[in-house]
Protein backbone atom coordinates (compact mmCIF):
# COMPACT_ATOMS: atom_id res chain seq x y z
CA UNK A 1 0.00 0.00 0.00
CA UNK A 2 1.10 3.49 -0.69
CA UNK A 3 1.72 5.81 2.33
CA UNK A 4 2.57 9.62 1.99
CA UNK A 5 3.94 10.08 5.77
CA UNK A 6 0.68 8.70 7.67
CA UNK A 7 -1.82 9.50 4.70
CA UNK A 8 -2.89 6.12 2.82
CA UNK A 9 -3.13 7.38 -0.78
CA UNK A 10 -3.61 5.47 -4.14
CA UNK A 11 -1.99 5.56 -7.76
CA UNK A 12 -5.34 6.60 -10.16
CA UNK A 13 -6.06 9.31 -11.85
CA UNK A 14 -8.09 11.92 -9.00
CA UNK A 15 -11.15 13.48 -9.55
CA UNK A 16 -13.36 10.46 -9.32
CA UNK A 17 -15.85 11.54 -6.20
CA UNK A 18 -14.09 14.86 -5.51
CA UNK A 19 -11.45 13.33 -3.40
CA UNK A 20 -7.90 15.56 -2.48
CA UNK A 21 -4.97 14.49 -3.91
CA UNK A 22 -1.52 14.65 -2.71
CA UNK A 23 1.57 14.69 -4.36
CA UNK A 24 -0.13 13.64 -7.51
CA UNK A 25 -1.81 10.54 -5.52
CA UNK A 26 -5.22 10.28 -4.46
CA UNK A 27 -6.63 10.40 -1.00
CA UNK A 28 -8.14 7.39 0.51
CA UNK A 29 -10.05 8.75 3.23
CA UNK A 30 -10.71 6.23 6.32
CA UNK A 31 -14.01 7.99 7.41
CA UNK A 32 -15.17 7.53 4.13
CA UNK A 33 -13.90 4.10 3.43
CA UNK A 34 -14.23 0.82 5.84
CA UNK A 35 -11.51 -0.54 3.59
CA UNK A 36 -9.06 2.50 4.28
CA UNK A 37 -9.75 2.45 7.91
CA UNK A 38 -8.68 -1.25 8.04
CA UNK A 39 -5.50 -0.09 6.68
CA UNK A 40 -5.11 2.81 8.59
CA UNK A 41 -5.73 0.81 11.94
CA UNK A 42 -3.03 -1.55 10.45
CA UNK A 43 -4.97 -4.15 9.45
CA UNK A 44 -6.23 -5.46 5.99
CA UNK A 45 -4.69 -7.50 3.32
CA UNK A 46 -1.78 -6.30 0.77
CA UNK A 47 -2.98 -5.03 -2.91
CA UNK A 48 -0.67 -6.15 -5.41
CA UNK A 49 -1.13 -5.27 -9.35
CA UNK A 50 -1.58 -9.32 -10.21
CA UNK A 51 -4.80 -9.30 -7.60
CA UNK A 52 -8.45 -9.70 -8.79
CA UNK A 53 -10.98 -8.71 -6.90
CA UNK A 54 -14.79 -9.36 -5.98
CA UNK A 55 -16.27 -6.42 -4.31
CA UNK A 56 -20.05 -7.33 -2.77
CA UNK A 57 -21.99 -3.79 -1.73
CA UNK A 58 -20.11 -1.69 -4.21
CA UNK A 59 -22.25 0.97 -3.60
CA UNK A 60 -21.18 4.07 -6.28
CA UNK A 61 -17.76 3.17 -6.64
CA UNK A 62 -16.06 5.30 -3.96
CA UNK A 63 -13.70 2.05 -2.58
CA UNK A 64 -13.61 0.48 -5.66
CA UNK A 65 -12.22 3.22 -7.27
CA UNK A 66 -9.27 2.85 -5.03
CA UNK A 67 -9.10 -0.48 -5.21
CA UNK A 68 -8.75 -0.73 -8.96
CA UNK A 69 -5.78 1.62 -8.69
CA UNK A 70 -3.85 -0.78 -7.21
CA UNK A 71 -4.87 -4.62 -8.40
CA UNK A 72 -5.61 -5.69 -11.74
CA UNK A 73 -8.99 -6.40 -11.87
CA UNK A 74 -12.61 -5.40 -9.50
CA UNK A 75 -15.96 -7.39 -10.37
CA UNK A 76 -17.97 -4.72 -8.39
CA UNK A 77 -21.47 -6.28 -7.42
CA UNK A 78 -24.40 -3.74 -6.98
CA UNK A 79 -27.72 -4.11 -6.69
CA UNK A 80 -29.59 -0.55 -6.55
CA UNK A 81 -29.92 0.99 -9.59
CA UNK A 82 -28.99 4.63 -8.15
CA UNK A 83 -25.72 3.77 -7.10
CA UNK A 84 -24.59 1.20 -10.11
CA UNK A 85 -25.15 4.70 -12.05
CA UNK A 86 -22.54 6.45 -10.68
CA UNK A 87 -20.75 3.02 -10.40
CA UNK A 88 -20.79 2.66 -14.31
CA UNK A 89 -19.82 6.18 -14.52
CA UNK A 90 -16.74 4.86 -13.01
CA UNK A 91 -15.90 1.90 -14.33
CA UNK A 92 -16.10 4.27 -17.80
CA UNK A 93 -12.87 5.93 -16.23
CA UNK A 94 -11.05 2.52 -14.96
CA UNK A 95 -10.62 0.22 -17.41
CA UNK A 96 -10.26 -2.71 -14.73
CA UNK A 97 -14.00 -2.41 -13.25
CA UNK A 98 -16.71 -5.11 -14.26
CA UNK A 99 -19.59 -3.25 -13.01
CA UNK A 100 -22.20 -6.22 -12.12
CA UNK A 101 -25.85 -5.38 -11.20
CA UNK A 102 -26.67 -8.44 -9.55
CA UNK A 103 -27.83 -9.69 -5.72
CA UNK A 104 -25.12 -11.01 -3.53
CA UNK A 105 -27.68 -13.52 -2.50
CA UNK A 106 -27.76 -14.83 -6.11
CA UNK A 107 -23.65 -15.74 -6.84
CA UNK A 108 -25.04 -18.06 -9.53
CA UNK A 109 -26.63 -14.55 -11.78
CA UNK A 110 -22.83 -13.76 -12.17
CA UNK A 111 -21.03 -16.90 -12.04
CA UNK A 112 -20.90 -16.98 -15.61
CA UNK A 113 -18.90 -13.57 -15.97
CA UNK A 114 -16.55 -14.47 -13.19
CA UNK A 115 -13.19 -15.95 -12.95
CA UNK A 116 -11.62 -17.31 -9.55
CA UNK A 117 -10.15 -14.27 -7.02
CA UNK A 118 -7.64 -13.60 -4.31
CA UNK A 119 -9.58 -11.41 -2.50
CA UNK A 120 -13.07 -11.16 -1.48
CA UNK A 121 -14.31 -8.14 -0.55
CA UNK A 122 -17.66 -7.56 0.99
CA UNK A 123 -19.77 -4.73 2.46
CA UNK A 124 -23.56 -5.12 2.06
CA UNK A 125 -25.24 -4.05 5.82
CA UNK A 126 -27.87 -7.13 5.13
CA UNK A 127 -29.04 -9.52 8.10
CA UNK A 128 -27.50 -12.18 6.56
CA UNK A 129 -23.98 -10.85 6.04
CA UNK A 130 -22.30 -14.35 6.90
CA UNK A 131 -24.31 -16.44 4.51
CA UNK A 132 -23.68 -14.24 1.94
CA UNK A 133 -20.11 -14.53 1.71
CA UNK A 134 -20.66 -18.32 2.46
CA UNK A 135 -22.08 -18.38 -0.85
CA UNK A 136 -19.35 -16.24 -2.55
CA UNK A 137 -16.83 -18.57 -1.04
CA UNK A 138 -16.58 -20.72 -4.06
CA UNK A 139 -15.10 -17.83 -6.07
CA UNK A 140 -12.36 -17.21 -3.69
CA UNK A 141 -8.79 -19.48 -4.44
CA UNK A 142 -7.52 -21.46 -2.13
CA UNK A 143 -5.17 -19.33 -0.25
CA UNK A 144 -7.15 -16.69 -1.17
CA UNK A 145 -8.45 -13.94 1.72
CA UNK A 146 -12.46 -12.86 2.52
CA UNK A 147 -12.64 -9.30 4.52
CA UNK A 148 -16.01 -8.63 5.79
CA UNK A 149 -16.76 -5.75 6.72
CA UNK A 150 -19.50 -6.61 9.52
CA UNK A 151 -22.79 -4.04 10.28
CA UNK A 152 -23.84 -6.02 13.77
CA UNK A 153 -26.92 -3.36 13.95
CA UNK A 154 -27.48 -4.95 10.44
CA UNK A 155 -27.27 -8.21 11.84
CA UNK A 156 -29.10 -7.51 15.30
CA UNK A 157 -29.82 -4.09 16.76
CA UNK A 158 -31.08 -5.91 19.93
CA UNK A 159 -27.56 -7.52 20.83
CA UNK A 160 -24.65 -6.77 22.00
CA UNK A 161 -22.36 -5.60 18.72
CA UNK A 162 -19.46 -7.69 20.49
CA UNK A 163 -22.19 -10.72 20.34
CA UNK A 164 -22.91 -10.71 17.08
CA UNK A 165 -19.53 -10.41 16.07
CA UNK A 166 -18.77 -13.31 17.98
CA UNK A 167 -21.58 -15.18 16.23
CA UNK A 168 -20.10 -13.74 12.86
CA UNK A 169 -16.55 -15.25 13.59
CA UNK A 170 -17.66 -18.87 14.59
CA UNK A 171 -19.78 -19.07 11.71
CA UNK A 172 -17.04 -18.35 9.35
CA UNK A 173 -14.79 -20.46 11.11
CA UNK A 174 -16.72 -23.38 9.94
CA UNK A 175 -15.08 -22.57 6.48
CA UNK A 176 -12.33 -20.58 7.09
CA UNK A 177 -9.11 -19.41 9.25
CA UNK A 178 -10.07 -16.63 11.10
CA UNK A 179 -6.85 -14.34 10.82
CA UNK A 180 -8.01 -10.64 12.14
CA UNK A 181 -10.87 -9.53 13.75
CA UNK A 182 -10.89 -5.84 14.84
CA UNK A 183 -13.56 -3.10 15.06
CA UNK A 184 -13.16 0.15 12.80
CA UNK A 185 -13.12 2.82 15.81
CA UNK A 186 -12.65 6.13 15.60
CA UNK A 187 -13.85 5.67 11.52
CA UNK A 188 -16.58 3.81 11.38
CA UNK A 189 -18.96 2.68 14.77
CA UNK A 190 -20.41 -0.70 15.22
CA UNK A 191 -18.44 -1.86 12.29
CA UNK A 192 -15.75 -5.00 12.54
CA UNK A 193 -13.62 -6.09 9.80
CA UNK A 194 -13.59 -9.60 9.72
CA UNK A 195 -10.50 -11.03 7.66
CA UNK A 196 -10.01 -14.53 7.00
CA UNK A 197 -7.99 -16.96 4.51
CA UNK A 198 -9.57 -19.91 2.73
CA UNK A 199 -7.93 -23.10 3.73
CA UNK A 200 -5.66 -24.30 0.71
C1 LIG B 1 -22.45 0.44 2.97
S1 LIG B 1 -22.78 0.49 1.27
C2 LIG B 1 -21.24 0.09 0.51
C3 LIG B 1 -20.22 1.21 0.48
C4 LIG B 1 -19.05 0.89 -0.43
N1 LIG B 1 -18.52 -0.43 -0.18
C5 LIG B 1 -17.92 1.89 -0.32
O1 LIG B 1 -17.02 1.71 0.53
O2 LIG B 1 -17.89 2.86 -1.10
C6 LIG B 1 -23.63 -1.03 1.01
C7 LIG B 1 -24.05 -1.28 -0.43
O3 LIG B 1 -24.39 -2.65 -0.56
C8 LIG B 1 -25.48 -2.76 -1.44
N2 LIG B 1 -26.13 -4.05 -1.16
C9 LIG B 1 -26.79 -4.41 -0.04
N3 LIG B 1 -27.23 -5.67 -0.15
C10 LIG B 1 -26.81 -6.13 -1.36
C11 LIG B 1 -26.95 -7.37 -2.04
N4 LIG B 1 -27.61 -8.39 -1.48
N5 LIG B 1 -26.41 -7.49 -3.27
C12 LIG B 1 -25.74 -6.45 -3.83
N6 LIG B 1 -25.58 -5.25 -3.24
C13 LIG B 1 -26.10 -5.09 -2.02
C14 LIG B 1 -26.35 -1.53 -1.10
O4 LIG B 1 -27.22 -1.21 -2.17
C15 LIG B 1 -25.29 -0.47 -0.84
O5 LIG B 1 -24.99 0.26 -2.01
Known sequence: MKWLGNVLVS???????GERTLDGYRV???YRSKLAALYTLGGGVELTPEIRVLYLGAANGTTVSHVADYVETVYAVEFAPRPMQDLLEVARRRRNIVPIMADANR???YAPFM???????????QPN?????ERNLPFLKPGGH????????????????????????AGLEEH???????????????????VCSRRG
Open 28 to 30: WDP
Open 11 to 17: PGEGGVY
Open 107 to 109: PEE
Open 115 to 125: EAVDILYQDVA
Open 176 to 194: LDVTDVRWLDPYHHDHAAI
Open 146 to 169: LILMLKTRSVDVRREPAEVLAGAR
Open 129 to 133: QVEIA
